[in-house]
């Protein structure tokens, strides 16, 4: 592949799917700045690795796994993780924009799992995964991915809301 299709390639690729990336990341680091450094990572593993995919849905795939992989090395590597309340940064990047208040609702109890929880939670409810899907991006086994499920809505269940998924982002 010559240096202009390569160009093409990752344009085309943050193109598509850094809305998608930016929003799992941010919900995960809770942080902007760090958001965008995951995502510059992210596209930079892209291009130096140069995988090829079998669809597009597997790119899709391959790129939320290495993001969330670089949100965790983020994470253990800070030790620490943002305290941002999410109301405190709704107007400058919109990220309930276009919910109805009820979804509004699930997404702050989302937003103050552990990153464990609220990866597969994002993966199953809000992308719309199976839980073999979901297994696979995050190279844990469906036992594990069912488990995470399952602790998640035991935490909301006690922050008050039974939660049954169905929130969708655009």
């Known amino acids: ?23 799992i990341c941010f919900m995960i680091l809770k942080n902007e700045q760090d958001t965008k450094d995951v995502l510059q990572e992210t596209f930079l593993t892209y291009m130096t690795k140069r995988p090829h995919f079998h669809s597009n849905e597997h790119e899709k795939a391959w790129l939320i796994k290495v993001s969330q992989n670089k949100c965790k090395e983020f994470l253990r590597f800070h030790k620490k993780h943002a305290g941002i309340p999410l109301e405190e940064v709704e107007e400058s990047i919109g990220i309930t924009r276009g919910m109805n208040y009820e979804d509004q609702e699930k997404l702050r109890l989302i937003w103050n799992l552990d990153v464990k929880l609220k990866s597969v939670v994002i993966l199953y ?27 998640a809505r035991e935490i909301l269940t006690r922050l008050g809301r039974e939660y049954d998924g169905g929130i969708v982002c655009e």
């Open 125 to 151: 409810y809000v992308e719309g995964y199976s839980v073999k899907e979901t297994s696979a991006i995050l190279n844990i086994s469906e036992a594990a991915a069912k488990k995470r499920l399952q602790r």
């Open 1 to 23: 592949m010559n240096l202009q299709d390569r160009n093409e390639s990752l344009e085309r690729v943050i193109e598509n799917y850094s809305n998608l990336l930016y929003k």
